[in-house]
């Protein structure tokens, strides 16, 4: 159970969790909160479908660079050094962007924003997965990842709040600038949280080259891959979620709220759940139940006509399964990769799906017009998701793993499931 590690966890690993789960839950309030101003902005500055899916996939570019980066980063200078620099970066990049002025000063400050997404999540996953056992591994990083629901939470009661007190066009501005609340985070990490042991061990100068070597290739690729059909998935659906309630639903904020309140409720269990079963059923198993019951669950929500109520219901199972690949993501790749490249592993692998993932909000923006928006979403979110099944499928087994030889072995059948004696990965 994770109340169990957490109770016999030692003061630095407590704090690790802490840290990771905060970074997370603030950088999801303040990348949720341009979905959710998105309406406003396409009504106030006459934007298309198009523009808005550009701001969106600007962004993600943006993200899989910084993410990448900051992964080598964390590997050569340590995991909080380059956490605090990512979530202070995204805090002050989002407060700017409540002063754009129109849509070319927002895409160069969304791009800002994207280079510390991305870094945050490289380095905190990284600490995270190195403070913790691999028994307790895919739970406590589910709950990590869980931290994005309660993010977008907050950011949707502000959503809510600003919208319902303020006039649009403030209510938008305040969102943004309320974004760089992440950076007292910053002053707690400066004092209260070190690199964990097994990454001093292990720490060394190895060239970032090393996961493209023959024994990591096929953990990179395929790695890289599944983190493009989760990624693809998620923001096809995420990104355009709101506009879809408010334009195609003709929801008011009030309901649009309530629709998005049901699925990110889903969400937050689906990452705890996800956690769970990554470390009973194996990482690779829990991606691929969950991404097959994505494809499911997409046209249900998307292209099946509903009332009101049915779509309202319909929301909780979407949440649910598409919060599930990401909550299994992380202590995935964390076992991929050895530790003096793990941030690097991570890191490109996340993020180069986020890159290529990038074209997914705007081509749904583009075919819009043409497809409709739900056929639009539907059509690239069910590509990706086909694709996370194929790429997870195509990776070694790792469940207890803190080695590719250890993956390697996994995939050959005989997986090593057996708790690790000190608790620790082994510094290699």
Avoid: K
């Amino acid at each position: 159970m994770l109340l169990t590690w957490y109770r016999t966890a030692p003061t630095g690993a407590r704090r690790a969790f802490w840290a990771a789960f905060g970074g997370w839950a603030l950088e999801a309030a303040d990348a949720q909160v341009f979905g959710l101003v998105l309406p406003t902005l396409l009504a106030i500055w006459h934007l298309s479908d198009g523009q808005g899916g550009l701001l969106a996939s600007a962004t993600l570019v943006c993200t899989a660079v910084g993410g990448w980066c900051a992964g080598l980063a964390s590997d050569r200078w340590g995991r909080v050094a380059v956490l605090r620099v990512t979530v202070a970066w995204y805090a002050i990049a989002t407060c700017l962007a409540g002063f754009a002025g129109g849509f070319d000063s927002l895409l160069v400050l969304r791009c800002l924003q994207g280079f510390g997404f991305g870094g945050e999540w490289a380095a905190g996953a990284a600490l995270i997965s190195e403070y913790v056992g691999a028994r307790h591994r895919g739970r406590v990083l589910g709950a990590v990842q869980s931290g994005w629901a309660v993010g977008w939470a907050i950011a949707l009661a502000g959503y809510a709040l600003a919208f319902a007190t303020l006039p649009a066009a403030w209510s938008w501005r305040v969102m943004f600038w309320a974004g760089v609340a992440p950076a007292l985070l910053v002053v707690a990490l400066r004092r209260a949280l070190g690199d964990p042991p097994v990454y001093l061990q292990a720490r060394a100068r190895v060239s970032p080259l090393r996961i493209f070597r023959p024994d990591l290739l096929r953990a990179t690729v395929f790695g890289a891959l599944l983190g493009l059909g989760s990624h693809g998935g998620y923001y096809a659906l995420t990104t355009f979620l709101p506009t879809y309630l408010r334009t195609t639903r003709g929801l008011t904020v009030l309901g649009t709220t309530a629709y998005l309140t049901v699925f990110i409720t889903a969400s937050f269990f689906g990452y705890l759940v996800s956690g769970r079963l990554s470390d009973r059923i194996g990482r690779r198993t829990n991606v691929v139940v969950f991404a097959a019951l994505c494809l499911l669950s997409l046209p249900l929500y998307l292209l099946v006509p509903l009332d009101d109520l049915g779509a309202l219901l319909a929301s909780a199972p979407l949440g649910f399964f598409s919060a599930g690949i990401p909550g299994g993501l992380g202590s995935l790749f964390a076992e991929l990769f050895p530790t003096a490249v793990r941030g690097s592993g991570q890191g490109f692998c996340y993020n180069l799906g986020r890159l290529v993932a990038a074209a997914f909000p705007a081509l749904v923006g583009a075919l819009a017009p043409r497809l409709g928006l739900a056929s639009g979403i539907a059509l690239f979110a069910g590509v990706a998701y086909a694709l996370a099944v194929v790429a997870a499928l195509c990776l070694p087994g790792t469940r207890g793993c803190d080695d590719p030889a250890g993956a390697a072995e996994g995939a050959a059948g005989h997986p090593h499931t057996g708790p690790e004696p000190s608790g620790t990965p082994a510094p290699r």
